[in-house]
């Protein structure tokens, strides 16, 4: 056996990490003229990386520059200025490096006692958090690694606070229990559908009511599908009601909800994972529904706030709603308790929990909420920029009405007569070569209209001339994707 059976030393850490932080600098350097993605397909990429487990040890120069030469250039940089798809997000300074600090650290926060100071500064920052988003009626709180968990932990509370059934004791095989149902717009993430999965609620009892045009649900047709139900002997669970839909960014009627949701004694839920925390921005900030209402509430720090994954805010309105419905202690886990101390392993699934509100501290302080928000109201502008540029240009139809920095936009050629599912096409053709040519990455939906670009904008880097290089990559793509025409004008 090697005499060698420790760590490295503090001196080698400090020389590796001096090497890495190097390495970052000249990344961030030179971010803006790297591609966004690799070209390269699925199985030269795994080639590229498959190899033998190594048995004896490599110098961490080595690693570094494989890692360097061969893992950096074949991702999809989401903390590129040019990513704009799905929702974009970004990682600053100061949350990389507490990700780092708390890497080192290793502190599990599960119990008071495991991790004292970390589980007060996460009590900390969910109350930072809780008044950024505007929901400061919070009684139980948690950060959860994203909003698919906060959403299935906050149903899992809804379940559990029906009266009458105590589903966490006897649970639901065997039981005469009424069919549980969930409510929701076709617009919901399908995190709502593996919830229901999860909590044996069943993919047929989630009700998604349609959509109107704009993408957002419609109180009338959720009271009447309520009232029907109830009449066939179904039991509301919960609804579901979105501050940002993923498609388009849509802003459900969160006010008019809430009063049919007390009205059937109905759970609320709130999904502002994306748009909770752009109420910050002046632009957007008074164009957002009062959350006070909501029973539980998810939004994500890593979505709009600068912050690495995985952080996202689980809050709820009823005092030990999560701990009423997780809380098991086993001998082994017993500890003292005294004022102020919390055991958050009590408030999820979760044992073992990282301490992830070290960068969501680390960045609040660093920035402020005055630096905060005048980040997220240049993004705005920078969407809002975009959106002039389309709407002046008859070729291009903006097919989404949201405050949000989310931009869904439609090539459809103003003076040709085309089959909708020929424009379908062309803005396919469109959009893979942006993304094909590597300047900017975007995603897609569909809209009423068809196929629609969807640029999402909220990364820190992001500027102008970043915003001013996308849209020169659409149009000189759209030209390029775009019909023949004969000289008389027709397309063929």
């Not at 936009?409 to 053709?429: A, F, I, K, T």
Request: proline share 6%; with cysteine; hydrophobic share 40%.
């Amino acid at each position: 056996m090697s005499e060698n059976v420790g760590d490295w030393s503090p001196e080698e850490l400090e020389k590796n990490g001096q090497l890495l932080l190097s390495q970052l600098r000249e990344h961030f350097s030179t971010l803006g003229n790297q591609p966004v993605t690799t070209q390269r397909s699925a199985q030269e990429i795994r080639a590229l990386l498959d190899e033998p487990l190594p048995d004896a040890p490599q110098p961490f120069t080595e690693i570094l520059s494989q890692t360097w030469d061969d893992v950096r250039p074949n991702l999809t940089l989401w903390n590129h200025p040019r990513f704009h798809a799905y929702f974009s997000n970004s990682s600053s300074g100061p949350a990389i490096l507490a990700e780092m600090f708390t890497a080192a650290l290793n502190v599990n926060v599960m119990l008071w006692d495991a991790a004292p100071a970390a589980a007060a500064v996460e009590l900390t920052v969910l109350d930072w958090l809780a008044q950024m988003v505007g929901y400061t009626v919070a009684q139980d709180s948690v950060l959860v690694d994203g909003a698919s968990l906060g959403t299935l932990y906050g149903l899992a509370a809804a379940r559990e606070h029906l009266a009458g059934l105590d589903i966490r004791q006897q649970g639901l095989a065997g039981r005469d229990v009424p069919r549980l149902r969930i409510y929701t717009s076709d617009q919901t993430h399908s995190s709502i559908d593996k919830a229901a999965i999860t909590l044996g609620i069943g993919l047929d009892n989630v009700v998604r009511i349609p959509a109107d045009p704009d993408g957002r649900l419609d109180p009338d047709a959720l009271r009447e599908r309520l009232e029907r139900d109830e009449r066939l002997g179904y039991r509301a669970m919960a609804v579901v009601a979105n501050v940002g839909t993923t498609s388009v960014g849509a802003i459900d009627p969160v006010e008019e909800i809430a009063e049919i949701c007390a009205a059937h004694d109905t759970w609320l839920h709130v999904d502002a994972a994306y748009g909770g925390f752009w109420r910050l921005a002046p632009q957007v900030g008074p164009q957002l529904p009062d959350l006070s209402r909501a029973d539980s509430l998810v939004a994500n720090p890593h979505k709009v706030l600068m912050c690495p994954m995985e952080a996202s805010a689980l809050f709820c309105r009823h005092r030990d709603a999560l701990t009423n419905t997780f809380r098991v202690v086993p001998e082994y886990l017993r500890t003292r308790h005294e004022d102020g101390s919390v055991d958050f392993m009590n408030y999820s699934l979760q044992l073992g929990r990282q301490f992830r509100a070290l960068k969501l501290w680390w960045l609040i302080k660093s920035f402020g909420v005055s630096g905060l928000t005048d980040r997220l109201s240049a993004a705005a502008a920078l969407a809002e920029g975009l959106r002039d540029r389309a709407r002046s240009d008859p070729d291009w139809v903006v097919e989404n009405d949201t405050p949000f920095p989310l931009v869904c936009l439609r090539y459809q050629p103003h003076d040709q007569e085309l089959d909708p599912r020929d424009v379908d096409e062309l803005n396919r053709r469109i959009h893979r070569a942006v993304n094909e040519a590597g300047g900017s990455f975007v995603s897609h939906t569909v809209v009423p209209s068809g196929y629609a670009i969807r640029v999402s904008i909220g990364n820190i880097h992001t500027t102008e001339a970043d915003i001013h290089a996308l849209w020169a990559e659409l149009t000189t793509a759209a030209r390029r994707c775009a019909v023949p025409r004969t000289r008389e004008g027709s397309t063929r």
